[in-house]
């Protein structure tokens, strides 16, 4: 049975005939998302011929941890076909909307506002999260009811993938306290920040897989 079409017990590499006996260490979608030096891994060698699974290592995940001024919680994000899938769980916002951004620079040193202007990496005017003209980084507005906010968006032009130039890895996700007007505003600070006004909750990005690692490293050196 071909290694790259079975998840039975054993399989046969098609291209040179080697027996495998299966499950390994490491999965078929793992070693086709890029394990460092998988052709030199025992656990990746009866995939070592496959083709690259739909996706690949487009289908990479990101976290953000949101905990300050009494405002916290996560958010989550996925590499989809059409994009990237945000899924987000704040509580502690007071109700209403608020603007939701992801900021160009991943700088906490003096709270939120060094985090830099919206990720623009194609220099446009603002916008709202589906407009043609608009900022990677915007993704219009969150509404908080009951002193919560829960739901998702799915948008174009960023990606988890630190290897683009549409990455939004080490960026940063800021909160503010009013609503954007998503470039609708009429005024010059409208098409660049939507008139959101003050930042007051933000969070570095990172990759899923580094975090345990990170958590860890707190745990113990802090």
Known sequence: MDCCKTNNKTCKR???????????????????????????????APYKYCKPQKGGSQTRRCISVVDMNGIS?????????????INYHIKGLSDGKHGFHIHKCGDMSKGCDSGCEHFNPF????GGPHS???????LGNIVSINGVSKGSITVKDISCDPKTNIS????????H??????????????????????????SIIGIVEY????????????
């Open 211 to 222: 975090l345990t690692f990170y958590r860890l490293f707190l745990l113990f050196f802090y």
């Open 132 to 138: 043609t003209e608009r900022h990677a980084g915007d």
């Open 14 to 44: 098609k291209e040179d005939g080697k027996i495998f006996t299966l499950p390994r260490r490491f999965t078929r979608k793992r070693c086709m998302e890029g394990v460092k030096g998988f052709t030199m891994r025992s656990s990746c």
């Open 177 to 202: 306290e009013d609503e954007d007007d998503l470039g609708k505003g009429g005024d010059e600070e409208s098409l660049k920040t939507g008139n959101a006004g003050k930042r007051i909750a933000c």
């Open 123 to 126: 220099n446009k005017n603002h």
């Open 73 to 85: 919680g996560i958010i989550k994000l996925k590499n989809v076909k059409n994009g990237c899938k």
């Open 168 to 175: 939004i890895v080490g960026r940063m996700f800021v909160i």
